[in-house]
Every structure is written in C-alpha cells, then in structure tokens.
C-alpha cells in the first residue's frame, strides 16, 4: 500500500523515500528502509489516521500562535507557521558526512573574520578578492582590530544544504549574521514528534536538548559572570518576519526578549532598564541586522539598535552573539574561493563542496560564462545598500537571445554586483496529500553553535523547507516568503539516544521565594499603555454610543441646546470630532459627523483610532497575554471596521440602529477584554502598572466629563441626569439604590465619594495610589512623593460638595493630577535617563 500511494518524482532529481534517483532506473526503487520502519511503527491504523494527524498538527500550529509575518506592499501580514505533516530523515552516515563538513566550515568562517578584522593577510596574498570583501555593505570598518571575547565571531552558523542527484550534500547557503529558524526548529519537533511517538522512538531520533544546553553554556563561558550571566534575545519587535519564533525561542531557553528600547550601555557594560531600575546583561543573542545595531557608529537613522553597543562589545563590556560584521560571508560570490581559503587557513581540503557559482567580478570568469547563461541562475553579490545594487535572482533559463543578451549588458556595466549561480536540483522529500505521498524539492538548514571552549558543536536535527510545488520559478522553493513550506528534520543515531530535557535544573526552596518575573521598561510601558487604550476604547465606545441615542432623543423631542453643546465639546475633547462643531450645528448634522468618524483611522481619536491603538499595545505583549486574550485584542478592530462600514453601506431606513449593533458588539468584546486582564492575568508587577494605566485614563476622562456636565447643567434636566449617570456606567446602580430620585446630592455621592463604585472618582483615586504603591514598594520615597498630591475625593464632606467651587477645584486637581502622574512615571519606569549618561563621539 506504501509503494501504491508514494507516486514518482520529476527525474533527475533524488528521491529521499527511495534513496535513489528518480529516473528510468528507479522505476523498481522500493521504500528505503528508515520510511518503512517509519510506517510500521504506527501498526496498521495509520494510514488511515493521517488526515486527522495533519489536522491537529494545523490546529496545534493557531493554537500556539505560531505564525510568520510576511511584508508586501500593503504592509505585514501574519500567516501560520506551514508545517509538514512528515519529517525529513536523514541516517546516520549520512549524518556523520554533514557534521564534519559544518564544523569544520563554522572553525573556516571564524578563522576568516579573525583575520579580514586583524591582519587581512587574506586579502593582501589575494585568497579572498578585496573588491567582493571591502565594498560589502556589511563589512564594517568601525570593527577592524576588535576581537570578541574568547576570539569566537560566530557563536550561531546556519547553513542551507541540498542533497544533489548524487546523493550527496552540498552547500547552497550560509547565514552568518543573524541566523533564523531556531525557535521554528524547536516547536515543529515539538509538535511532529507527538504525533509520531513510535516512529520516533523506533528510528532512534537524536534529541535537542543537550545541544541547546551546551550551546547555553557556551555563551555562558565567554562571559565573566559565566553561568550567573544574564542573556537576553534582542528581537527588532513584534513586526519582525520571525517574531513568533524569537519569542518562542527566549522562553523554550530562558532568556530575556528584548527590544532596543529595553537597553541602554552605560559605562561600557550592558544594561536591561526595568521596572525596578538597570540590571546588567552579559550576553545578548541578537536578531538585528548589523547596520541597525549602534546608531553611533552605523546606521544613524535606526530605532532597532543599542547606543554605544559595539563600544560595549570593544571593551569586553558584552558578548555580542554574533559578532558584527559577518555579513559578508554570506554573499554568493565568494563561494568558489572558499576551497583555497580552507587550504590556506586550515592546511586540510575542504569538506562539504558548495553549489558552483562564480563571480564575475573577475574577468576570465565572465568571459568564460558569457556564452553559457542560460545554464544559469544570475543573483545578486551584494545585498542593496547606499553604494550596492540588489535584485531579485533571475532564472535564465527559457529567455531568448534578445532577453539574455540585455542580461550580459547589465552585467557588464557592474560585473562585482553580479554572482552567477550553477542550478542544481535539490533531493525531494515525500508530502502527505490527501490519501497520497507526494515527492517535493527540500532544502535543509542545520545550526552550528560554539561550544566557548575554542569549539563548535551541531544540532541534531534541522529545519527543512519544502517547495510548494515542483521546481517553480527562480528557486522559488528556497524562500518561505514564497508560500514555501517548513517540515521537521529527524537525524537517526546508532548510538544511545541523549534523555537531556530543555529544562533546567530543579529551582530550591529558597529561590523559588525570590523569583519574580522581570518586567523591562518597553514591556512596561506597553502594559501600561495596553490599560490606558483598553480604558481609552471603552469610554470612547460608551460616549459615542451615549451621544447617538441622545441625538437620536433629540430630533424626536426639542432638548435644551446645552444638552447639545456639552455632548459636542466632550466629543470633541475625547478625538471623537476632530473639529469643534459650531453653535449653530443641529442634531443631525451633528449625528452624521459622529457616525463618519468613527471609523476614521487619522487624526481624531475615534473609536477605530482606539481599536487599533489597543491592538498595538496588544501585539508588542503577545508573549505576555494567554491566546484568547490576544484573539480578543486582535480581532476586535477589524470586525469592528468591517461591521461599520457594512452598516453604513447597507442601505437600511435606519442605519442608525445598524451602528448602534456595531458599538453595543464591540463594546461587548470590550467587556471580555477587561475579564481577561481583571481575572486571566497574575497580579505581578507587570499587571499593577497596566491597572494604574487604566485608573489614570478613567481618573481624567470622568472627572473631566462630569465637570463639562455640571458646568452645563446636566445634573437639572432629566436627559442629562440620564447621561452623566450612563457616561459612569452607574445607571443601573443609581436607581437601584434611589429609585426614581433626580437629585444632585445622591448623584455626587454616587459618582464621587461612593468607596464601593468602581466607577466613582473616589474608588478609582484610592485604588490607583495603592496599586502604584504596591508597585513602587522598592521606591517609598519618590511612590508616596507621586502620590502626595494626587486627589483625596473620600475625604471630601458631601455638603462641600454643594458648594460649585469647591466641586470644581476637586474635579479639575483630579484630572490634572491624574495626567501629571502619568508623566511622572513614565520617566521613572520607562526612560531611566541619567545627567551622566552622555556621551559625544567625535
């Protein structure tokens, strides 16, 4: 039945489920033995168990939220993770070969950077070409002369290998920079390995965990804090292509996820700003191309990277993983000298052969494939740059002379910009689709990790990417980008098969009690901002809902013109208007001005505004939040857009109700988000500065909508009664504690002093100190000095009250207050800026 299903392979090709060569000779190939020991170890149900095995392994990749953000045109667009349903196997022998050839190129490129950054002897004795090395964008001179501690330039090398019609490997890539891929690596074993537990014990797969702990430790040793460092991943942000998988990486490892807000160098060391001041990191595994690193010394322009940290990493003050200023070994070009170079640096021949390319930077070279392109593939040697072009690689095979002939012009008008690329037919691993096992291009990308000891070791596995169809285009299968997919790679071992776990050792008593989770400062300024535009959304949802069924009240019955004017004024004070509407502006005017902007994305804060707002907050916290939190957060502005724009185009005699729908669902979604964050979230530090967020908003906008109201006396006419009242969501309270009363005083105790209101002003001041208390305990001083001013509503006589002065001072210190204590911690928690701090390079 295997046989039946596996269906052929385009020829020429090598074909990984019969290890043999598609072609006429391999018409009687059977199933290599490792597939079939893979398929009996399931017993006889398997087959049939399939198709709901690749449903949970798609129901298991949303569930997690593994995802990867794919940038176009109209910005970034977040898919989920593809995974295949089957591994890639790759034997033991085969296994062995790989290894050496890696390793032994992980100890070339290091010896390579040693000396390109110190004495360049490559380039003076001609090994390496110096105009393919020095015009690199990303080589960089502010780093000759700098060695990294323990001479290690590479702490993490990914290289891309394709198995070749032969049979064997061959190098089609490597990433030096900032390698990818890892935390993908991690959760596809994660997920594949449970759903083939057998096949996976029976074929002896290699486990993960010891490599990723030595690697760990590696980057320990190189540091002089050794295993008390602290390492930290240095993600560009939530918009990253790889996002999920930094974040998955940093918590499957233990690390800090950081971003450059996060950090600051301070006397050449390191430092994480949190919520309870700097703490040093002595490792940084980063995600961060060079050039964005230092906007000191590179890229002026960058938000992504650290000012003084190459400085940092000068003086030893940091280990940088990797290294800056490896980027150029990954430029197709230099392919062919790498053979020369092993000999010179290494003394031994070079392992693993790479795919042919050549340079055509070099004269006889281009001479000699001018003729021959169509047996090529022309890529770029540099990627784009102030003073480099780069292009997207040309498949020229299939052009016609005319085409070929434009081709070998532009190549001549800057030859160094240009790599000729030999194509070369990568093995096809099996898919399952639907009932059959279908053959596919695969690529797989394995991961070198120094050891600190002068060393390197490889992960026992891989990332293996699968083409989406046949060939495609232009080695289309090599980029995910292109609709490519991921599939997990199992290495067999002859030998014992390694128990470690990821896990670390088991915690004590004693640290157990003094572990807190770290909240850096760019996650606390989120959490906090993720409280102020939940609360933001909500009063916004609830003014706009409020002004529309009052206008609508209106045009039904004559309603005194300050009812009017206030509504217009707070509108306007809360973004729900970006203009203030005339005096002379009537009921309808003023409803359909409302109702067209509130799904306005630009320069009023509407309702949409707010939504979006939340879900930015939301997105740079997504580590942090459970998977329905998120769901909520990131769902709700687009419904909420959508459903608007369906309501306004519908056509209906009465669109008003139909936008009224819109507000009352989202302001219901809004309720479950504040469910979530109330009962869903673990009252750490990080929780308390997003309640302050949120009692700080609420402090300002009621304090400022209830003075507007009374100003206009709101609290002597029936409609305005009801409105002050909805405005703090009390309605339902009033009457059910004072009936029908229409009364000023049982409205100010309500609003006001109520201690039990978490709506009046009193609760919301009292429980804003407290909690920003709590949070600040580590700083009494500077706590109860922020506080100190801030409004005491309980304390205040409720005769006092009648008296409109005294009310209004209380209102207008409250609002005042409120958005002085903002900025007041926004510079105690999120900048950590010193007077000392400075520093002026010439």
């Known amino acids: 039945m295997l046989l039946a299903a596996a269906r052929s392979g385009d020829a020429g090709h090598f074909d990984e489920l019969r290890q043999a060569l598609t072609g006429p000779a391999s018409a009687g190939a059977t199933i290599a033995p490792a597939w079939q020991r893979f398929f009996a170890a399931g017993g006889e149900a398997l087959w049939a168990d399939l198709p709901h095995r690749a449903e949970r392994v798609r129901r298991r990749i949303h569930e997690d939220g593994a995802s990867h953000n794919i940038h176009g045109r109209e910005g970034a667009a977040a898919r989920d993770w593809p995974l ?22 992980a100890r070339l490129l290091n010896a390579v950077l040693a000396d390109v950054y ?98 760990m430790q590696g980057l320990m040793r190189l540091s002089p804090a050794g295993e008390r460092s602290h390492v930290a991943l240095l993600t560009p942000g939530p918009l990253s292509e790889t996002y999920f998988e930094q974040a ?89 000298f790498w053979p020369g170079v092993c000999e010179a640096l290494l003394g031994e021949p070079l392992q693993l052969p790479a795919a042919t390319a050549w340079w055509c930077g070099e004269a006889a070279v281009w001479q000699r494939c001018r003729e ?71 690529v797989l990308r394995v991961y070198a990790m120094a050891d600190g000891l002068g060393g390197w070791q490889l992960l026992p596995g891989g990332l293996a990417r699968v083409a989406s169809r046949g060939e495609g285009g232009a080695d289309a299968w090599l980029s995910m980008r292109e609709g490519s997919a991921s599939a997990d790679c199992w290495v067999q071992t002859e030998g014992p098969v390694d128990r470690s776990s990821l896990l670390p050792r088991p915690l004590t008593a004693a640290e157990l009690t003094q572990m807190q989770r770290r909240v850096s400062s760019h996650a606390a300024e989120n959490l906090f901002w993720l409280g102020r535009y939940t609360e933001r959304a909500e009063n916004s949802l609830r003014l706009a809902r409020l002004s529309l069924e009052t206008l609508a009240a209106v045009q039904r019955n004559a309603a005194p013109p300050e009812l009017l004017q206030m509504l217009a004024r707070l509108c306007h004070q809360q973004g729900l208007l970006a203009q203030p509407l005339p005096a002379e502006t009537g009921a309808q005017a003023f409803e359909q001005q409302l109702i067209h902007s509130l799904g306005v994305l630009d320069g009023a804060h509407s309702v949409a505004w707010n939504l979006q707002a939340l ?52 302001a219901t979604q809004l309720a479950a988000i504040t469910g979530a964050q109330t009962d869903r979230m673990t009252r750490d530090d990080g929780w308390r500065l997003l309640s302050v967020g949120r009692q700080i908003e609420r402090l ?8 507007l109201g009374l100003e206009h006396g709101l609290s002597e006419q029936d409609e305005g009664f009801a409105l002050l009242l909805g405005l703090f969501d009390s309605l339902i309270t009033y009457r059910a504690r004072f009936q029908a009363r229409r009364e000023r005083l049982p409205l100010l105790q309500l609003l006001v002093l109520d201690g039990d209101n978490p709506r009046s002003l009193a609760w919301v001041a009292r429980t804003l100190r407290e909690r ?24 205040c006589p409720l005769e006092s009250l009648s008296d409109p002065a005294v009310l209004a001072s209380l209102l207008r210190d409250c609002g005042s207050e409120a958005r002085a204590l903002s900025l007041a911690i926004s510079r105690r928690f999120f900048a950590h800026v010193g007077v000392h701090d400075h520093r002026v390079w010439q």
């Open 84 to 105: 295949e349903l089957l591994p890639l196997l790759v034997g033991s022998e085969d296994w062995r070969r790989i290894e050496a050839g890696v390793l032994q190129r």
């Open 118 to 215: 110190g004495e360049q002897r490559l380039l003076s004795q001609g090994q390496l070409p110096a105009s393919l090395v020095l015009a690199h964008p990303q080589y960089l001179r502010p780093l000759h002369g700098c060695r990294p501690p323990g001479g290690v330039f590479l702490h993490l090398l990914a290289v891309d290998l394709a198995r070749g019609p032969d049979g064997g490997w061959w190098v089609v890539g490597q990433r030096c920079q900032a390698p990818s891929g890892l935390g993908y690596l991690l959760e596809n074993r994660l997920i594949v390995a449970q759903q083939f537990p057998e096949a996976f014990r029976e074929l002896g797969v290699q486990r993960l965990g010891a490599a990723l702990q030595s690697f």
């Open 248 to 336: 998955f990486l940093a918590r499957h490892l233990g690390l800090s996820l950081v971003e450059a807000g996060d950090l600051t160098v301070r006397g050449d060391q390191l430092f994480l700003k949190t919520l309870h001041g700097l703490e040093r990191i002595h490792v940084l595994l980063r995600r961060v191309d060079d050039e964005y690193l230092d906007p000191l010394e590179l890229r002026p322009d960058s938000t992504l990277g650290v000012p003084g940290l190459l400085q940092a990493l000068r003086t030893g003050g940091v280990v940088l993983a990797n290294a800056p200023g490896a980027g150029w070994l990954e430029s197709p070009g230099l392919a062919a």
């Open 372 to 442: 021959q392109l169509a047996d090529y593939v022309l890529a770029p040697s540099f990627p784009a740059s102030d003073c480099t072009q780069s292009f997207t690689p040309q498949l020229l095979a299939g052009l016609d002379a005319a085409a070929l002939a434009e081709v070998a012009r532009r190549v001549e008008a800057d030859p160094a910009a240009h790599t000729l690329l030999a194509r070369l037919r990568p093995a096809e691993t099996p898919v399952w689709r639907a009932g059959a096992l279908e053959p596919r291009p695969a």
């Open 615 to 666: 879900a930015r907050a939301g997105q740079a916290l997504r580590e942090r939040l459970s998977g329905e939190h998120w769901q909520l957060i990131s769902e709700l502005g687009e419904q909420f857009r959508q459903q608007l724009a369906a309501a306004l185009q519908s056509g209906t005699a009465e669109p008003l109700a139909d936008v009224l729908a819109v507000l009352n669902r989202a």
């Open 700 to 707: 300002d906008f009621l304090s400022g909508a209830l003075a």
């Open 772 to 795: 920003l208390l709590k949070l600040a305990r580590h700083e009494q001083a500077w706590a109860e000095s922020a506080v100190a001013a801030l409004p005491r509503p309980e304390q």
